[in-house]
């Protein structure tokens, strides 16, 4: 079975940072893309960044680029989401996802059919 499992979430004042961390098992991880989601309150889910193993192709949205970095350490099959810079706005329950398309299709969350819980990041001003 795949299993995704965010962590590292929490409470962090506006211009901190915090780096989530995406464990990966069940899976070949070079054959899926992975990606990072957010919703926040009242919003729909929308991609913040994805990153595809086998090409390193990264993907970021507009609002998270040069705040946020994504990674991969191919030994613990994790993935990371470095976030800087943290602004209110960025609050939201952040999620991990994984397609099996191998290389990057796109940041809708209708791509990716693997989820895992989410953890929740929260910006104080």
């Known amino acids: 079975d795949v299993q995704l499992q965010a962590s590292g979430g929490g409470l962090v004042q506006a211009g901190g940072s915090l780096r989530l961390s995406c464990a990966v098992s069940g899976i070949t991880f070079d054959d899926y893309a992975i990606g990072w989601f957010r919703q926040a309150p009242g919003k729909e889910r929308e991609g913040v960044s994805c990153i595809s193993r086998i090409d390193g192709t990264k993907y970021y949205e507009d609002s998270v680029k040069g705040r946020f970095t994504i990674s991969s350490d191919n030994a613990q099959n994790t993935v990371y989401l470095q976030m800087s810079s943290l602004k209110p706005e960025d609050t939201a329950v952040y999620y991990c996802?994984?397609?099996?398309?191998?290389?990057?299709?796109?940041?809708?969350?209708?791509?990716?059919?693997?989820w895992g819980k989410g953890t929740l990041v929260t910006v104080s001003s």
């Open positions: 996802a994984a397609d099996d398309a191998r290389y990057f299709t796109g940041s809708s969350p209708t791509l990716y059919p693997y």
